[in-house]
């Protein structure tokens, strides 16, 4: 993991906590280089209970929601955050939003990119930023996107998030990632989400399960917690691993 570089694209403040903290967090302890774009604070459509408060407005929402990504980056051992402050719901990604990707992309070159799985049968913000993250790291390997003052990408890892709803999403798991050190670490940044507390207990239930898929599938029994990612392309290699 050393030296790996990873961009994480998450569509709203706490996703990228929810469905990959314990693989930031892990990465970052081993000396790799993460970033995450969070594109919207999810004001509108991921922010109901904090909508219940008498006297609440899209700014003390946003203020609360900045809090709590902060606060759980910290946690994760995350700094390079950067906050794009889109609406959410929906979520308007045009082609300037696409040129500011690319320039992210190429700034970074990434060996990995992280974002939302394909389809998300409730959130279909979730499918538009897959479909940019997608878009715009094939935009980024290509010397005939001319973005003045960048560097043209070579061919990067993607993977997709594991969704909320698995089953409904038709969602396959690609890759298992072992987060059993560093799983109190995301069950710490999950609880800095108080407007969507229900998650917390269902993604602290969803690495027990990975972890035991995990265990199953490789044999090792050390692998106690996991998160899970589809494989956007095939693994390639001099053999079958």
């Given at each position: 993991m050393k030296g790996k570089k990873i961009l994480v694209i998450s569509?709203?403040?706490?996703?990228y906590v929810w469905r990959a903290g314990g693989t930031i967090a892990k990465?970052?302890?081993?000396?790799?280089?993460?970033?995450?774009?969070?594109?919207?604070?999810?004001?509108?459509g991921e922010s109901n209970d904090l909508w219940n408060s008498e006297g609440a407005t899209a700014e003390s929402?946003?203020?609360?929601r900045s809090q709590e990504t902060r606060a759980a980056a910290k946690i994760l051992g995350l700094s390079d955050i950067d906050f794009?402050?889109?609406?959410?719901?929906?979520?308007?990604?045009?082609?300037?939003?696409?040129d500011r990707m690319v320039r992210v992309i190429r700034a970074?070159?990434?060996?990995?990119?992280?974002?939302?799985?394909?389809?998300?049968v409730l959130n279909p913000d979730h499918n538009r930023v897959s479909d940019f993250a997608l878009r715009c790291s094939i935009m980024s390997n290509s010397n005939g996107v001319r973005i003045e003052g960048t560097k043209t990408t070579k061919q990067m890892r993607l993977f997709g998030f594991e969704p909320h709803q698995t089953e409904l999403s038709g969602y396959v798991p690609g890759s298992f990632i072992d987060i059993t050190e560093v799983y109190e670490q995301k069950v710490q940044a999950m609880k800095c989400f108080k407007a969507q507390g229900?998650?917390?207990?269902?993604?602290?239930?969803?690495?027990?399960?990975?972890?035991?898929?995990?265990?199953?599938?490789?044999?090792?029994?050390?692998?106690?917690?996991?998160?899970?990612?589809?494989?956007?392309?095939?693994?390639?290699?001099?053999e079958l691993y």
């Open positions: 569509a709203h403040a706490a996703d990465y970052l302890k081993h000396g790799g280089e993460v970033k995450v774009a969070v594109l919207s604070y999810g004001v509108r929402v946003k203020e609360i794009w402050d889109l609406d959410d719901y929906p979520m308007p990604l045009d082609a300037g939003h696409e970074l070159q990434p060996d990995i990119i992280i974002s939302h799985d394909k389809f998300d229900h998650l917390i207990e269902y993604y602290t239930q969803r690495a027990f399960m990975r972890g035991n898929h995990a265990q199953r599938i490789s044999g090792n029994k050390a692998y106690k917690y996991a998160e899970s990612f589809a494989n956007f392309f095939p693994v390639v290699g001099d």
